[in-house]
């Protein structure tokens, strides 16, 4: 039986039908719209609920296991019956006053830096119950992008490290604790259990099963983070540097130098594998300053050519070491490549658009840790 990711990405949606080595049998694709609102920009979650369901239709004669895999800084709250106390806010949203009378842990304590709009789900949380205190109140669960999935299929609400380690200023990395904001705020009353990413939650809900013709008894796991998905294959091939790319350029350090110190302005962090364990990174919208650049006139060579280069300069200051693995669309680029080889003097493998989030997907169905990744 074949697996049904659910990738959520910034930019767009897709359900992908892969094996059981992650290879792309079918998928089907739409754009992540966001609506303008009122009251205030968020995800369309009707429009992406209603496709994931067709997809799934599509596809269930061959469906064995669902795994939802999302972007980051993206959450939902859930009230006592199940449903959105309020939309899901677009984390590019950068009102006024979206940072007003917040006060972050420090970054030693959540390697988790400040940053632009709503990509610290802190910052939402704060700007939320500040803005419309009635609609939060009546919040009973807070659910990361993955785990609202997996909660519509299977009605249990989980948390997960990937995604609770994402910039959320939420977590502690090196403790494995919610951080003292979260505390502070009373806001880890809202946060379930936390589960691991392959863990199974359960079959699908009787009515999903019916509306999406599913085998009643196909599990669905807790599911992860895009970025993390894509770190999976790697975790016991340290010391290497691996990058995944998208609307997002994120490099990550498995391995590397012990003594470099993360530097916040430079949207360096803590990222947390699935196994726990605390990831040096830097991050920045590659992706969608490509775009920019070609609608610019810039050649396509020359731009990858240009994001290689401060790719390389970010594995570099986070310490990367060893081999550099590329996953997601700028794997395609040659222009990429060998540009990044240029710059770090040593291997770079190119492994091809999808193969990171499908790769780790399949992964945790068939459980990551039996594959000698580590222990969550």
Known sequence: MA?????????????VLVDAAGQEIDARRRANVVTPGPPY???????????????LRDFAPQVGAIVPVTHGACAALVDRAGSLALPVLDYEFDAADIRADYAPPPFEETGSPPLAGGLN???QLNWLERSFPDAFARAQTLLFWPQWWAF???????AEVTYLGCHT?????????LSRLAVGRDWDRLVPDIR????????VLPD?????????QTPVLTGIHDSNASLLPYLDATPC?????????????LGGAQDIALDPEQNMLLNVAADGRAVPTANFMGGRERDAALMAGTSAEDADRDIARRTAARLDAIGARGPVHVEGPFAMSTAFIDELHDRLGRDVVAHGEGAGTTRGAAMLVEGFRQSGSGKT
């Open 3 to 15: 697996i049904a990711v659910i990738d959520i990405g910034k930019t767009n949606a897709k359900v």
């Open 41 to 55: 920009p968020h995800f369309d979650t009707v429009a992406l609920w209603s496709f994931v369901l067709a997809a």
């Open 121 to 123: 789900v802190g910052v």
């Open 152 to 158: 519509r299929l299977t009605g249990i609400a989980a």
């Open 169 to 177: 200023d939420l977590w502690m990395p090196r403790t494995g604790r």
């Open 196 to 203: 691991r990413a392959d863990e199974r939650l359960g079959p």
């Open 208 to 216: 999903i099963a019916v509306a999406a013709g599913l085998d009643p």
């Open 241 to 253: 540097g691996v990058v995944s790319t998208g609307t997002w350029v994120v490099a990550m350090a």
